[in-house]
């Protein structure tokens, strides 16, 4: 079995699996006077709890926490994923709940609305903004995370999985009753299932299966007035507007059903890194023309980064490198990129066979693996870990020049730290309409681009200086990347594409991120969240506005 390095895999992919995505569950309503405090409010919110849900007030109170309670900043800080959003001066909830039953859900949101006061819904913590746990106003946050169960029933080839369980936690359970069954979704074990299937949701099998969400045939949501809806009670609307066009913006997502996946009981993996100095820039130039168009069983991811260069000691340079996952053996893939790929020179001692569920532990962390990792470590949470980092991201739909990523390396190296992570699409993806649910990015995107820069220094300096590295490297990117509008990926957060107010002008500003993540898609989200929740009470700073009162007819 071949080895493979693993600094790249660790130092960026790794790191960015720390904050891969909750951000769709989320929610606000409107915000109590600022003189509400966690002492006044708890008694208030308590009682109203107890009155929805006929449970004693000494039952609801061990999931109830407000600033006083001993575990307050212990459950507070379990599932924040960035450490950009931990600090001392980051905005705290009043209250947060941690709902053990469906009823807790319904009860924390009627409540919530009655008081009134901005909640706030958190499955895994991977927001790359914090949205699930931060707001400029006084808020609760119901933390999903004890809603994790995951029911599989394989002779339907279907799974039921509950917002607050990890997709490491999916993953097991489908490998515990099939060996071969898999589901399309990321490959970061720790992200929770809500905000990334009700954002798109993607993985290593995306060219074959489509994204997560066009895997998905049935839900369970909670809605403005507390009640749990269905598919079918909920209509064909509300259904496709909670599969990638965010849950935060319409309700709770409770759960999802999904349609499980074949899997061969071999798989391949391998890594092939470049240095600039190697003619990396020929391995890129051939990559754009063959991962958006070769076998859709193969997913070959790219990772560009400036490094220290290994070939000429003490200079900088850009490193790239192809992680990949081929659902099928090793000989096969060799024969394929040799090819269609020469320039990769892969050969089969790069390659390893495995199975499905080893490949998502080699995926998240090729040293767990080569250490012998059993499918057991997906069920760990990693609880209280974050990096400090900063995502963005773009969509590529014209393959870039020899001269053009000459330019990007040099402008990669004069900034220093900020990297790149090329994920192509083709396959299943070009053939699914723009349309057919609310993430719009089909046939016509070579890639998508994310941004990803990652620090340690905890001052707000450093965060001021890598987060406009960020900034900088997108905007070189500008000439590159798609237009009209510059699309974006919604369950890569990025709040520098616009927010929300909520004042007068709350659709125009709406109108400026929406159409970002949703392109032509946007009017009729808009449309839909008018009509289950016409009075903009699932909020957030970049969820889908209601239309203006005076078109609301």
Not at 170 to 175: F, G, P, S, T
Not at 380 to 407: C, H, M
Request: aromatic share 10%; with cysteine; proline share 5%.
């Amino acid at each position: 079995m071949a080895e493979k390095s693993s600094s790249p895999f660790l130092s960026f992919f790794v790191a960015t699996c720390l904050l891969l995505l909750n951000l769709s569950l989320s929610v606000s309503a409107a915000a109590p006077s600022p003189s509400s405090s966690s002492s006044t409010l708890y008694p208030t919110f308590l009682h109203c709890l107890t009155q929805q849900t006929n449970s004693s007030s000494t039952q609801l109170s061990n999931i109830v926490f407000d600033r006083s309670n001993a575990s307050f900043s212990t459950v507070l800080q379990n599932y924040i994923r960035n450490a950009r959003l931990n600090t001392s001066s980051t905005p705290k909830p009043l209250i947060i709940v941690t709902p053990l039953q469906e009823s807790h859900v319904q009860a924390a949101v009627i409540c919530a609305k009655s008081i009134p006061i901005q909640i706030k819904i958190r499955s895994g913590g991977h927001d790359y903004e914090g949205i699930s746990y931060i707001s400029d106003e006084p808020f609760i946050i119901l933390d999903m995370f004890n809603l994790r169960t995951v029911t599989v029933d394989i002779a339907s080839e279907t799974a039921v999985v509950q917002a607050g369980a990890t997709l490491g936690e999916l993953y097991y359970n489908i490998w515990k009753n099939s060996k071969i069954h898999g589901f399309p979704a990321g490959v970061c074990p720790t992200v929770g299932v809500g905000g990334h299937l009700s954002g798109g949701g993607y993985g290593a099998m995306l060219r074959k299966y489509g994204l997560s969400v066009d895997n998905v045939i049935d839900a369970q949501i909670v809605d403005v007035k507390g009640r749990i809806l269905d598919r079918k009670s909920m209509g064909e609307d509300l259904f496709w507007a909670i599969r990638g066009g965010g849950g935060a913006s319409f309700g709770v997502v409770l759960s999802y059903t999904i349609k499980l996946v074949t899997v061969p009981e071999v798989v391949t993996v391998f890594q092939v890194e470049r240095y600039y100095e190697e003619n990396s820039t020929d391995l890129v130039l051939q990559w754009q023309q063959v991962a958006p168009t070769t076998d859709e069983r193969l997913f070959m991811r790219l990772l560009l980064q400036p490094v220290t260069s290994k070939i000429v000691k003490k200079t900088k340079s850009v490193r790239a490198t192809v992680i990949a996952l081929f659902l099928g053996g090793a000989d096969e893939v060799v024969s394929i990129l040799s090819k269609e790929f020469p320039v990769l020179r892969l050969k089969k001692e790069n390659c390893t066979e495995m199975s499905w569920i080893e490949s998502v532990i080699w995926y998240n962390d090729d040293a767990d693996y080569n250490n012998g990792a059993k499918p057991e470590i997906l069920l760990q949470r990693d609880l209280n870990s974050a990096s400090f980092l900063k995502r963005k991201s773009d969509y590529v739909q014209t393959p870039i020049s020899r001269d053009g990523l000459e330019w990007i390396f040099k402008r990669m190296v004069q900034l220093g730290k900020v990297g790149f992570v090329f994920n192509p699409y083709g396959g299943k993806m070009a053939e699914i309409p723009a349309d057919a649910t609310p993430f719009p990015h089909r046939a016509g995107n070579l890639f998508k681009v994310q941004y990803s820069v990652n620090w340690d220094d905890p001052s707000a300096g450093a965060a001021v200086n890598f987060t406009n590295q960020a900034k900088r490297l997108y905007s070189y990117m500008t000439p590159f990347v798609s237009k009209n509008p510059r699309s974006a990926y919604l369950n890569y957060r990025d709040l520098d594409i616009g927010i929300n107010s909520f004042d007068a002008h709350s659709f125009q500003e709406g109108e400026v991120y929406g159409s970002k993540y949703f392109n032509g898609n946007f009017d009729r989200l808009v449309k839909i969240k008018t009509a289950v929740d016409p009075d903009n009470f699932f909020r957030n700073e970049q969820s889908i506005p209601i239309l203006p009162s005076n078109t609301n007819a």
